[in-house]
């Protein structure tokens, strides 16, 4: 009898403990199947946010590839591309538009706002006097003294231009690189010049070669560009 009471309370025991084996498996199960969901959970949000930036991204360049288009369906094949506003309030500026059809040797045309841009008139139909290549850029001073660049299709050369009656007219600024001593290349080599900045009534340019280690040489001037020197 004693036996047999034994033999149950084993079994009882093995039961027991097949029962608790059973237990930590099916918890071990659940929680590995609670960070599978986690996971897909996790990655699912990022493709869909993957999804919708790259939605709005192309909605974004839409609107702009339309906007041009819009801009080109009134004023033909002139697209403003560089803008200045000397005044201050935004009311008068200047921009230089393209006139041309070529996509390397642009022509341009300079037109001014007096309404903050609700209107424009062309100034000048040549400012770089014949000369075909891309703008580098626009600034404008005073309503009246301004400078505008453009550089070859390489990009490599650049001139400046000045204007002292409001673009109707413009002068080619001349800098005489060889007044700088010891320079490390031939003066001819320093043809790139940047658009010009204004601090305590001086005007400065720089002056580059395509050599990364040629350097940059500045010149200054003290009467609205009429001459440049280098700086001390």
């Not at 959970?41 to 709005?56: C, G, M, P, T, V």
């Not at 609700?118 to 626009?138: H, R």
């Not at 001073?141 to 550089?151: E, R």
């Amino acid at each position: 009898m004693m036996k047999i009471f034994l033999n149950i309370r084993q079994k009882q025991k093995e039961h027991k403990g097949r029962s608790w084996v059973k237990t930590i498996l099916a918890a071990a199960l659940i929680i590995i199947l609670t960070i599978i969901i986690v996971i897909f959970a996790f990655f699912y949000r990022i493709s869909s946010q993957n999804r919708k930036h790259k939605q709005l991204e192309t909605e974004i360049k839409q609107q702009m590839k339309d906007a041009v288009n819009d801009y080109a369906n009134d004023y033909g094949n002139v697209v403003p591309i560089l803008e200045s506003y000397p005044d201050g309030n935004g009311k008068c500026g200047f921009r230089l538009s393209e006139s041309g059809s070529d996509k390397t040797e642009k022509s341009y045309e300079l037109e001014a706002t007096r309404d903050a841009g609700k209107s424009w008139l062309v100034v000048n139909d040549d400012p770089f006097a014949g000369k075909t290549g891309i703008a580098e850029g626009i600034i404008f001073f005073t309503t009246q003294y301004g400078y505008i660049g453009l550089t070859d299709e390489t990009g490599e050369k650049s001139e400046i231009y000045v204007t002292y009656d409001g673009g109707e007219s413009f002068i080619k600024i001349e800098i005489s690189v060889d007044m700088v001593p010891q320079l490390k290349y031939d003066a001819a080599d320093y043809d790139y010049y940047s658009m010009p900045t204004e601090s305590d009534g001086k005007t400065s340019i720089n002056v580059t070669t395509m050599r990364s280690d040629s350097g940059e040489l500045v010149f200054v001037s003290e009467d609205d560009g009429k001459t440049w020197s280098p700086a001390e």
